[in-house]
């Protein structure tokens, strides 16, 4: 099932590292939530493309980006989904800090992708089956850290702006080679827009967000993993 980690970009937690992953059966889920296709006209389509950049300051940029991140403590909204192979798909997505993620794909998706803290399954409803990770092999896993240093914990390749967006390009090596991370941020309010991950085969995976919500209390069963086999929790 690792093909399908590359085929769907793995959301948030993106572009996963080959090594390690190990399938067990779970519980059947419920279906994601039909969050409809509704990017807002004003946030444009989803796009690497960018106007012309400008003269930044880039270690003010990167200082109060990680700002913004280290202070972000849940996150919930919708997001579009666009793969390698410009199939696009949907869903709902929520962050709770440190650690925990979900993103539920709205059908005929059958995919939800869930963090709690330590390990990532990717979840296939239908055959009930997950792919398991460790959550420290994950190429965003900074993002959901409790607090983030830019500057100090990933390699940044570039740092820019423009009138629409502020574009920062970071690099990780993985046993696979390596990944590339774009991550685009509003210009005048520096909230997190949208976001490239490019696997160590060339591939774009691109993920846009929007309906964005700081302030909603989640519920922790969100964040949880249900294993078969408990030893799959320990899988590297």
């Known amino acids: ?13 993106a572009a996963m590292a080959t090594a390690g992953a190990q399938t ?11 969050a409809g296709f509704k990017l807002a006209a004003a946030q444009g389509p989803i796009s690497s493309a960018s106007p012309a950049q400008q003269p930044v300051n880039q270690e003010v940029l990167v200082e109060r980006i990680s700002a913004y991140l280290s202070n972000m403590k849940t996150l919930v909204g919708d997001f579009v989904q666009v793969g390698p192979d410009g199939r696009r798909t949907e869903g709902q997505f929520y ?4 650690g925990k993620v979900r993103f539920e794909y709205t059908p005929p998706s059958r995919v939800d992708v869930i963090a709690d803290g330590q390990s990532v399954v990717v979840r296939d ?29 990933t390699h940044l390749v570039s740092v820019g702006a423009d009138d629409q967006f502020v574009t920062v390009v970071i690099e990780e090596q993985q046993l696979v080679g390596t990944n590339r991370l774009m991550l685009k941020f509003g210009t005048k309010d520096l909230k997190l827009r949208q976001w490239t991950v490019t696997d160590p085969q060339g591939y774009d995976t691109t993920v846009a967000v929007y309906n964005l919500d700081t302030s909603k209390k989640l ?3 969100l964040f949880k993993i249900s294993y078969e086999n408990p030893d799959s929790q320990n899988a590297r």
């Open 1 to 13: 099932m690792l093909k399908s980690v590359s085929t769907i970009g793995f959301a948030l937690i």
């Open 125 to 153: 409803r239908m055959r009930a089956t997950q792919d398991v990770y460790p959550l420290s092999q994950t190429p965003l896993r900074f993002l959901v850290a409790d607090r983030v240093d830019l500057a100090r914990d």
């Open 95 to 98: 962050v709770q800090k440190p």
């Open 24 to 34: 067990v059966p779970v519980a059947n889920s419920a279906s994601g939530r039909d």
């Open 219 to 221: 519920d922790p069963g």
